[in-house]
């Protein structure tokens, strides 16, 4: 499990503010996911990358800019963050070949509050 | 996309018991199905995964039975421990592009009492 990390753990932010969400892996897994967690709502994706420079839209993309110029970073940022994005963020990466190309692994999570 | 539905929200058991998870999901051509188990505070972690060519498998107290035929999964534990306490998440697989993506159930609070 050491294997993805995410910085910071907790963000208190203001409505307005940019504000970016780091994932790293260490595993040189080729997919990674941005995920937020919400009560009610379960793990909802947000953006997805299958490979460096290759990104895609999730479920709930609106609001939030990704990019991957390195395989072993995916930052996740909130351009103009809102009360809405307050939540619980959590980065998952995943091998993409072989028998558990499928499993996803997930980083710690980042507790982001937008006040 | 992929929708999953999950029951029930919450469930208390008494030690020792069995606890039983459901899943639906609409899209055929899903073909993995993890079960996630999230305590308080953590990261989600792989507790048990099918794949569309099975029909069950098992590890030690757990145990994932699928029907493809009615699109349902099921997790059950047997044996319940006070440290089987947390949040369940089922999920199903679905493909677009280049990637296998994932969408969740919105998770069972599982409560083991003494």
């Known amino acids: 499990d050491a294997g993805i990390t995410q910085s910071p753990r907790y963000k208190i932010t203001e409505t307005g503010r940019q504000v970016t969400l780091m994932c790293h892996q260490t595993w040189s897994h080729s997919y990674m996911f941005w995920y937020r967690q919400d009560l009610g709502h379960g793990l909802r994706l947000i953006y997805y990358s299958a490979a460096a420079d290759i990104t895609d839209k999730g479920e709930v993309p609106d609001g939030y800019v990704v990019s991957r110029s390195k395989t072993e970073n995916f930052p996740l940022t909130l351009e103009s963050a809102t009360r809405s994005q307050t939540s619980v963020y959590f980065c998952a990466s995943t091998e993409g070949s072989g028998a558990k190309w499928d499993t996803q692994y997930f980083g710690p999570g980042t507790r982001l509050t937008v006040l | 996309g992929e929708n999953v539905e999950q029951h029930p929200s919450t469930l208390s058991v008494q030690e020792g018991d069995s606890a039983v998870i459901k899943c639906t999901y609409s899209d055929s051509a899903s073909n993995y199905f993890p079960w996630y188990k999230q305590e308080l505070g953590k990261r989600p972690q792989l507790i048990i995964d099918?794949?569309?060519?099975?029909g069950e498998k098992k590890d030690q107290r757990i145990a994932v039975t699928l029907n493809k035929t009615a699109k349902h999964f099921s997790l059950h534990i047997t044996e319940t421990q006070p440290e089987d306490s947390a949040v369940y998440f089922c999920a199903a697989s679905w493909a677009a592009g280049t990637a296998s993506k994932l969408t969740f159930g919105t998770g069972t609070r599982l409560q083991v009492t003494l």
């Open positions: 099918i794949r569309s060519n099975v």
